[in-house]
Nanobody
């Protein structure tokens, strides 16, 4: 059974940093892409960033480029999202998701089939 468990969310002031972690189990980590997505109240879930656990290829939404960094540790089956220069508009529930690289079409919400429970990130102004 695929399991994804996020941690590291919290409350931070604007300009601060947080690092989210996603511990994965139940699948061959290196054969999957993993991604971070977020959903703010009253808004649709949106892409933040994705990474191929096979070759490290990354994708970032324009809104987080140069501020957020995604990485994966295949030895630990864990994906990280380092978030710097946080803004109030980054406030959302952040979800980790995984999808097999076989047939992978790209970093999009409807591409991913396995999701974690989410972790709250709140950025105060």
């Amino acid at each position: 059974e695929v399991q994804l468990v996020e941690s590291g969310g919290g409350l931070v002031q604007a300009g601060g940093s947080l690092r989210l972690s996603c511990a994965a189990s139940g699948f061959r980590f290196g054969h999957y892409a993993t991604g971070w997505f977020r959903q703010a109240p009253g808004k649709e879930r949106e892409v933040v960033s994705c990474i191929s656990n096979f070759d490290g290829t990354t994708y970032y939404a324009d809104s987080v480029k140069d501020r957020f960094t995604i990485s994966s540790d295949n030895a630990k089956n864990t994906v990280y999202l380092q978030m710097n220069s946080l803004k109030p508009e980054d406030t959302a529930v952040y979800y980790c998701a995984a999808d097999p690289l076989n047939g992978y079409r790209g970093c999009a919400v409807d591409e991913y089939n396995h999701w974690g429970q989410g972790t709250q990130v709140t950025v105060s102004s």
